[in-house]
Structures are given as structure tokens and as C-alpha cells.
């Protein structure tokens, strides 16, 4: 019986008969690193849970201050109409903050990049600013803009701006020098160097700005419904707090910190879809 080979030339490696295509091997690996990244947040929220079940357990903290996650889960299954309603107020406010921050934030940090004078002029205006501790504005805000959504807006702005001004400002002034020198070899205009060269040089180091005032939009949304607040989260933290009701005081902190994370995971989807060079350039992970 002949025995029939595939042909092979000189000096080639003959293929295993199991071997996998290259392309089946990267995506059946690129699936399995995206379960594993999809797995590892909710194994870190359970050991959280689990620590907070221990500490509850041995009353290691009294539980009038941090009841078990059983009986803030069943405050929450008690009234979840009333706390979710209270969760879209609180994330309306941190959207449109953050909203109003990111505008103003990458506009004031365009103007100081522009300009050494502007930068050297208002620079120490907004680090004064950054540095007084906001909550000692709450009443002052709800004296000058009244309750409801001014001041509270205005409380997630004050937390949120600085950051992204910072990181704009930063990324405007740090392209790196090879682009540069490519762009004044072109002859291009100083919009042709921004808006080609510079603005996306600055795109990361923007995004981590944004980053960075994601999670403060919420803890000053949080803050101007301590003070203004006639809805929300932190009005309900608040209230329930205040009549010794802390199992559903601790539903509304976890809500705000789910809120957070999702928000802030949008945030990075938003990046990398922005973004599509930036894991190819610059690192492995």
C-alpha cells in the first residue's frame, strides 16, 4: 500500500496534524483573557463582601455604624422602587456635571497651554480654588443659588474641573519632540500642529484627567444633596442616617458606588474605542 505524504521542500518543518490555526489560537486566547478580565472585578467585589460579612460577624465594628450585607440587602429589597428612583436623580446630577467639568476643564486647560502668560496669571488662582475644602461651600452655594439641582451641579463641578484642566494643560505642553520636529518640517500652521499633532499627542493624558474626575463627580453630587439636595442618593443617606435606619443608608452607599464603577467603565470603554492605537504604542497590558 503506498504510503501518500504531503509534499515538503527542502528545509521546511513538516506541520503536526493537531496543530491549531494561528488564528483560532489568538482568538480562542483573546477570549480567554477578556473571561478572565470579565471574572476578576466580581472575585474582588466578593472577598469585599466576604471581609465586610467577617468584620459584621465578629462586630468587630458595631452594627448601629456598619450592619451586615443581609439585612442591606433586604433593606434595598424593601423599597428598591424608592432607591433606584433616588439613583437616577443622583446619576442625572453626576452625568451633567461631569459634563459641565469635562467642557470647561479642557477649554480653561487649552487656554493655559496657549498661553505661558495665561498659565503664569490664573495657575494659582486654580490651585487656591482646588485647595479649599468644598464642603465648607455647601452652605454658602445653597445661600447664593438656592436648593435643588444649581448647587449641587456647581459642587460636582468645583470637585471635578481641576483634574481635567491639569491633565489637558499637561498633554498640550508634553507632545513628544519627534512629532513636533515632523510638523516644523512640514511648514504647517499652528492649527495644522494641533489639531493633527498636538490635540491627539494629548488625547491619554486628557482621558486621564477624566478618569480621575469620574469618581469625584459622584462624591460631590453626593455632597450638594447633603446640603441642597430634595432628592438623590445622598439625600437618602441623610434622611435614613438621621432616624437610625443604617441598613438602608448602606443600600444608598452601595448604589453610589455601583454607579461609580459603571460610570467610570464607560469612561474606559469610551477611551479605547477613542483611543485604538494607544494599547498598541505604549504597553502590553
Not at 60 to 73: D, M, Q
Not at 262 to 285: C, G, K, N
Request: hydrophobic share 55%; charged share 15%; glycine share 8%.
Amino acid at each position: 500500500m503506498t504510503d501518500v505524504r504531503p509534499r515538503q521542500t527542502a528545509g521546511s518543518v513538516p506541520e503536526p496534524l493537531h496543530a491549531v490555526p494561528r488564528g483560532r489560537r489568538v482568538r480562542a486566547g483573546d477570549l480567554r483573557l477578556a473571561t478572565v478580565a470579565a471574572l476578576l472585578p466580581a472575585v474582588g467585589l466578593l472577598v469585599a463582601f466576604g471581609l465586610w460579612w467577617l468584620v459584621a460577624r465578629l462586630e468587630l465594628i458595631h452594627p448601629a455604624a456598619l450592619p451586615p450585607p443581609g439585612s442591606v440587602l433586604s433593606a434595598f429589597l424593601e423599597r428598591p422602587d424608592r432607591l433606584l428612583e433616588h439613583t437616577a436623580v443622583t446619576t442625572r446630577a453626576i452625568l451633567i456635571g461631569f459634563a459641565l467639568s469635562a467642557a470647561a476643564g479642557v477649554l480653561i486647560g487649552l487656554a493655559l497651554a496657549a498661553s505661558r502668560t495665561v498659565e503664569r496669571m490664573f495657575t494659582p488662582l486654580l490651585v487656591a480654588v482646588n485647595a479649599v475644602p468644598k464642603i465648607t461651600l455647601g452652605p454658602l452655594l445653597v445661600v447664593a443659588l438656592g436648593w435643588g439641582q444649581k448647587p449641587i451641579l456647581t459642587m460636582v463641578f468645583l470637585l471635578c474641573f481641576f483634574p481635567i484642566v491639569l491633565s489637558t494643560a499637561t498633554g498640550l505642553t508634553t507632545t513628544p519632540a519627534e512629532l513636533a520636529e515632523l510638523v516644523r518640517s512640514y511648514n504647517a500652521s499652528r492649527w495644522q500642529s494641533f489639531r493633527k499633532i498636538r490635540f491627539p499627542a494629548a488625547l491619554p493624558q486628557i482621558f486621564v484627567g477624566l478618569k480621575v474626575a469620574m469618581p469625584l463627580a459622584a462624591i460631590g453630587a453626593v455632597i450638594g444633596e447633603f446640603q441642597a439636595g430634595e432628592g438623590g442618593l445622598g439625600y437618602v443617606i441623610q434622611q435614613y442616617a438621621g432616624v437610625g435606619d443604617t441598613a438602608t443608608a448602606w443600600a444608598a452607599i452601595i448604589l453610589i458606588a455601583l454607579v461609580s464603577i459603571l460610570l467610570y467603565a464607560a469612561l474606559v470603554l469610551v477611551e479605547r474605542f477613542s483611543l485604538p492605537w494607544l494599547r498598541e504604542t505604549t504597553s502590553s497590558r
